[in-house]
């Protein structure tokens, strides 16, 4: 049997050189690198209290099968969850009334696949793997996308549930268009898993902004946004306003950070400063996580209040990830 417990290393960290963040079990400075650890086994990461999706993709991953399997399989849970808000079903919609979605996948050997502003369809990160394996391209939009899921055998499905329309419609009495920070301590999962064979994939889905404009893609779908994996040295992904990501290309900055020798705590935090220094950050949420190849995690966000489900070693832990401005 599995545990889930809480950490927060907020106020206790180890990592002096580099302030308070999130720390990986075992990990003890940020001149660790990858060449330095061995294998810590099969690992789940993923953006803010995603228990039950880091569950499913654990069994996943015990019963032998790939990251690739474990990141589609966790991340479907929150997508059919009517409860999560801001991912597939259930999701909140754009201002039209349509909720419309973004998903991207990412294997080991650097395939990817992806669809942006599909509507009707329950698991969009099935489709973004459908067009990573059964096409030429990298990403499917809108329409296509969707025409490309009936062939598939997708089934189309109202996404829009009787809560959603309700908060829609007095939403509409006012239309002003104001994302909330942190709104309900979750937005958009992304999730990074490592398999038995030491191989790495990454996958994130989302619903988006809530009352965007129609046609709005955010970073979700865009490979090295939203998400990147390079299985040479580790994997990110992202979560928040998804135009400051998109911007700076986040998930990619990370990963090329590590590459660069950074932790991955070390390589957030940078991407995160980025942002600070070069738009306006004060209202907006954007939060990084980062999983190295040895299995070592890191984070860290704009604002507090991000957290993330990270499973290793059989345990499953809710931690709270570290931030630039601390209330
Ligand atoms: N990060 C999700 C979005 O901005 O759509």
Do not use: F, W
């Given at each position: 049997m599995s545990k889930i417990t809480r950490r927060n290393f907020l106020g206790k960290s180890?990592?002096?050189?580099?302030?308070?963040g999130l720390i990986g079990v075992g990990q003890t400075a940020c001149s660790q690198t990858i060449s330095s650890t061995e294998s810590k086994g099969i690992t789940v990461l993923s953006t803010w209290n995603n228990h039950k999706a880091n569950k499913a993709a654990w069994s996943v991953l015990q019963n032998g099968k790939s990251a690739l399997d474990a990141v589609e399989a966790g991340v479907r849970v929150p997508e059919a969850d009517?409860?999560?808000?801001?991912?597939?079903?259930g999701g909140r919609p754009d201002r039209d009334g349509n909720v419309t979605l973004d998903a991207c996948i990412m294997d080991e050997k650097g395939n990817c696949g992806s669809v942006c502003f599909?509507?009707?369809?329950?698991h969009p990160i099935s489709v973004a793997r459908k067009v990573m394996e059964?096409?030429?391209?990298v990403i499917l939009a809108g329409e296509g996308a969707y025409q490309f899921a009936l062939s598939q055998g997708f089934k189309k499905e109202n996404l829009l549930t009787e809560k959603s329309r309700q908060e829609w419609e007095e939403w509409k009495v006012k239309s002003k268009y104001q994302p909330i920070i942190n709104i309900e301590q979750h937005d958009t999962i992304g999730m990074l898993a490592i398999d038995q064979n030491g191989n790495m994939s990454g996958a994130c889905t989302t619903s988006g902004l809530?009352?965007?404009?129609?046609g709005r893609v955010g970073d979700s779908p865009i490979i090295g946004a939203g998400m990147f994996v390079d299985n040479e040295i580790g994997g990110a992904v992202a979560t928040g306003m998804g135009e400051a990501v998109l911007r700076s290309l986040g998930s990619f900055l990370v990963v090329e950070l590590m590459r660069q020798g950074r932790s991955p705590m070390e390589a957030c935090k940078e991407a995160v400063m980025r942002i600070v220094k070069k738009?306006?950050?004060?209202?907006i949420q954007v939060g990084y996580l980062a999983l190295n190849k040895a299995g070592e995690y890191g984070g860290f966000a704009i604002q507090k209040g991000f957290n993330c489900m990270f499973s290793q070693q059989n345990e499953h832990q809710l931690i709270d990830v570290d931030s630039h401005l601390k209330k």
């Open positions: 180890v990592q002096a050189s580099v302030g308070v009517i409860e999560d808000r801001s991912v597939g079903y599909l509507q009707h369809i329950k059964e096409t030429p391209h809530a009352y965007k404009l129609q738009q306006k950050y004060q209202d």
